[in-house]
């Protein structure tokens, strides 16, 4: 049977209940004339429980009054079962063609004139002649019909790994109404406050958002005692922030002057009923789109209900920060969550460290892991350290090969030479302060090496921290992280130490940040993509799924030995001798078995990492088990007499 959600359980009882009444009064109506006890008595129609429902009905509101009431019933029964609305109902009948929808503004208002040729008294509000501010219309967030949404596609060369579809996993957003009254009236107060207090300015424009709604402001001209004309300075504006703060009503107020590319001083104001920010309309959104990288973060909306997509390879490394219930777990799981839609495990790998235990664990099981969720405060250490080898390894094979960076090796070297291509690494560090308590100097150098070289490499750190002081975030992490997401913390102290500059302590919680790109002088406000427990849970059920499914369609169903894979950062540092003797005679049977083998196969079926799996395959060809890698990334050819003679010498296991 489906599952059913507490609305939809909700509607079934009322449906239930309203069947019964209608049986009961039908009943009534056809064999008894009209009588409820009579045919309650009889034991048909709806019984004892019809009788008590349909008689309340029947005497209190008359024959039509309880028929449109039992009309009612069987409507929001059937809404909530099927999930519709009535806005769905209203759409299915046709209505008279609407005139084309304009920007929301005063009735044509002429264009703005030069700013200089306004002047304006100072304790005077603005003419009520003057244009009306121009109110931004916010996107719709129904997705648009260009691009489609990604459908499920096949890919890689022998595994079956099959992208999900963002509707089968993903919940779309809602819309929500502006009350264009609200904002007209807060312009008012606005420009009136300000004249009062001797800064007179226009509100030029409105952007609404999801959280919060933007006025920008212009400085108008007042006049001296001396008769001198001048301008309104942008800081008198900022001086007077908590008198706009207390006029608005406002739980807290930011001031952005100016507004990038604009010559306006940016008021944001909170809004009165928040619109949440779903995934699934940023990975829908043309934004989305239009950023070619394989990396893509989607990060939410901006004041004026934008989306914003970030690159991950640009980045190249992300740092978050924010105090308890700020959001910075959400954002998180909103940036695997986007990345796991994106990207299958031959794609990208991910190496998460959890001290919290509760954070990152649920995404145990997905074949994009390298390796189990580290929770040992014991083993980051070794985990950090396993990352610089892999780093170092892919810089010497690059130089090798003669490839400049990972996107150059896998285009261009990887085709050309028949090699695999490398997948992405991206590291997820859910709490750097344990970190830099339990081993700070380790944990500085190595994660500063990292954020130094790793670029090119294909490995990149996103790191999140509830506790931003110096002693955390050190000079030398925050130099290598240009970009940062800072969420609502305790005081501008934190907020300098993230941001290097005040203004994430009037952030709202919830999901409101401040994103500080690399290539920006000045943070941008977001409101975060929500991602819910179940959206999770049904992404990290397909991955689970589609890995064992993956396992099951191999051509050899027999049983597989059991992985006797160590921890992947442990392992690496055996010698020689220890490597081959440990695993070697499972992958030479694993081989006999398949009769073939690929570095994939062997990271597939004895869950090992990139470097130990392609170490493997080099001892193989060494002794002739395996023959050379044959071009277009096909499998190797498997020579079964030199394999059961290197599994019966000395150490091997025999057959």
Not at 75 to 90: G, N
Not at 274 to 283: E, G, I, W
Not at 466 to 480: C, E, F, M
Not at 501 to 525: I, N, S, V
Request: proline residues 10%; hydrophobic residues 45%.
């Amino acid at each position: 049977l489906p599952r059913l959600t507490p609305a939809q359980t909700v509607g079934v009882v009322l449906a239930y209940l309203a069947l019964l009444t209608t049986l009961h009064l039908l009943a009534a109506w056809l064999m008894f004339s009209g009588d409820l006890a009579a045919t309650a008595a009889a034991g048909v129609g709806g019984g004892s429980l019809g009788r008590t429902l349909a008689a309340p009905l029947l005497e209190g509101l008359g024959l039509w009054g309880m028929l449109t009431a039992l009309l009612t019933w069987w409507l929001v029964a059937a809404m909530l079962v099927f999930e519709f609305t009535i806005a769905d109902i209203a759409a299915l009948f046709p209505t008279a063609p609407a005139q084309p929808e304009q920007p929301t503004a005063a009735p044509s208002p002429p264009p703005p004139s030069p700013r200089k040729s306004r002047p304006a008294p100072p304790a005077s509000p603005s003419p009520p002649s003057e244009p009306a501010p121009v109110i931004a219309t916010r996107p719709s967030r129904r997705p648009s019909p260009s691009p489609s949404p990604p459908r499920p596609r096949l890919l890689g060369d022998e595994r079956a790994w099959r992208l999900p579809s963002v509707d089968e996993i993903l919940a779309p957003g809602h819309d929500h109404e502006v009350s264009l009254a609200t904002l007209r009236q807060q312009a008012r107060i606005i420009e009136e406050t300000l004249a009062s207090l001797g800064a007179p300015v226009k509100v030029q424009e409105i952007n609404p958002g999801p959280v919060v709604t933007q006025f920008g402001l212009e400085p108008l001209v007042t006049t001296g005692p001396n008769g001198q004309e001048t301008r309104v300075k942008v800081s008198r504006i900022k001086a007077l922030a908590d008198d706009l703060a207390l006029a608005l009503e406002a739980k807290t107020l930011r001031v952005e002057a100016p507004i990038p590319g604009k010559g306006l001083v940016g008021i944001e104001v909170p809004n009165p009923e928040t619109t949440l920010v779903s995934l699934r309309d940023v990975l829908e959104s043309p934004r989305f789109a239009e950023v070619d990288s394989p990396l893509k973060l989607c990060l939410g909306e901006d004041v004026s209900g934008r989306p914003i997509v970030a690159d991950l390879t640009a980045m190249p490394h992300l740092l978050i920060a924010g105090t308890t219930g700020s959001g910075k777990s959400v954002c998180i799981n909103g940036i695997i969550a986007a990345l796991l839609l994106q990207r299958t495990p031959d794609e990208l790998r991910l190496l998460m460290v959890d001290p919290k235990r509760v954070e990152l664990t649920g995404y145990e099981g997905i074949p994009h892991l390298v390796s189990k969720v580290v929770v040992d405060m014991e083993r980051v250490t070794n985990a950090l350290k396993w990352v610089m080898r892999e780093m170092d390894g892919r810089y010497r094979h690059f130089s090798k090969v003669q490839a400049t960076n990972i996107r150059d090796y896998n285009e261009r070297v990887a085709p050309a030479l028949g090699e695999q291509k490398m997948p992405y690494i991206v590291v997820v560090i859910d709490e750097l302060a344990d970190l830099m308590m339990m081993a700070p100097q380790e944990t500085e150098r190595a994660i500063a090496r990292i954020a130094q070289m790793a670029r090119a490499t294909g490995i990149h750190l996103v790191i999140a921290t509830q506790r931003p002081s110096v002693d955390v975030v050190t000079g030398l992490i925050k130099a290598n992280f240009p970009a940062r997401i800072a969420f609502n913390v305790a005081s501008t102290v934190d907020s300098r130490v993230i941001l290097d500059m005040p203004g994430a302590e009037q952030l709202l919680g919830r999901g409101d940040m401040l994103f500080l790109p690399p290539d920006a002088p000045r943070p941008l406000r977001l409101q975060g993509a929500f991602v819910s427990d179940e959206e999770l849970r049904r992404l990290v059920r397909y991955w689970q799924e589609q890995g064992r499914g993956a396992e099951a369609g191999l051509p050899q169903p027999s049983p597989q030995a059991k992985p006797v894979q160590k921890p992947l950062w442990e392992e690496l540092e055996e010698t020689g001798p220890q490597f081959e003797d440990d695993l070697l005679p499972d992958v030479i049977e694993l081989v006999l078995r398949e009769q073939r083998a690929s570095i994939s196969l062997l990271q597939r079926k004895l869950r090992i990492g990139y470097t130990r799996a392609s170490r493997i395959m080099d001892i193989l060809e060494e002794h002739g088990v395996v023959g050379p890698q044959p071009p277009g990334g096909k499998a190797r050819e498997v020579f079964p007499a030199a394999a059961r003679a290197m599994l019966e010498r000395p150490g091997g296991r025999g057959v």
